[in-house]
């Protein structure tokens, strides 16, 4: 079973909202911060928000702050992320991730996560 596995991705009309969930099999995961990147087509995976531990620390780039929210399950070990106000610009495939790190500032690169999911898309028309 794969560790990390995103889902309710898909097509949406500029405007609408969609939340993606990612359900986590290890039940360590739980321990640690959490996030979520996107990547646009080639581009290399960029931050887009990320989550303490608790879940009661969060840390979002400028370009969705407002916009998106994240969030998670301790009980259900799942990562959400709540997109509102969707814009063709967010059309990316979105990926989350674990991070063994200790939560500083939640300014995760890439390199800094341990266990990716496979990435699921999103799509915004116009």
């Known amino acids: 079973q794969a560790p990390l596995v995103e889902s309710e991705g898909g097509l949406v009309q500029a405007g609408g909202s969609l939340r993606l969930s990612c359900a986590a099999s290890?039940?360590?995961?739980?321990?640690?911060?959490m996030a979520w990147f996107r990547q646009f087509p080639g581009k290399d995976r960029d931050l887009v928000a990320s989550?303490?531990?608790?879940?009661?620390?969060?840390f979002y780039a400028d370009s969705v702050k407002g916009q998106f929210t994240i969030s998670r399950n301790y009980d259900r070990n799942t990562l959400y992320l709540q997109m509102n106000n969707l814009k063709p610009e967010d059309t990316a495939v979105y990926f989350c991730?674990?991070?063994?790190?200790?939560?500083?500032?939640?300014?995760?690169?890439?390199?800094?996560?341990?266990?990716w999911g496979k990435g699921i898309l999103v799509e915004v028309s116009s």
């Open positions: 991730a674990v991070s063994r790190q200790v939560w500083t500032n939640g300014h995760f690169a890439a390199r800094d996560m341990d266990y």
């Open positions: 290890e039940r360590t995961f739980r321990n640690f911060p």
């Open positions: 989550i303490n531990h608790v879940g009661d620390v969060t």
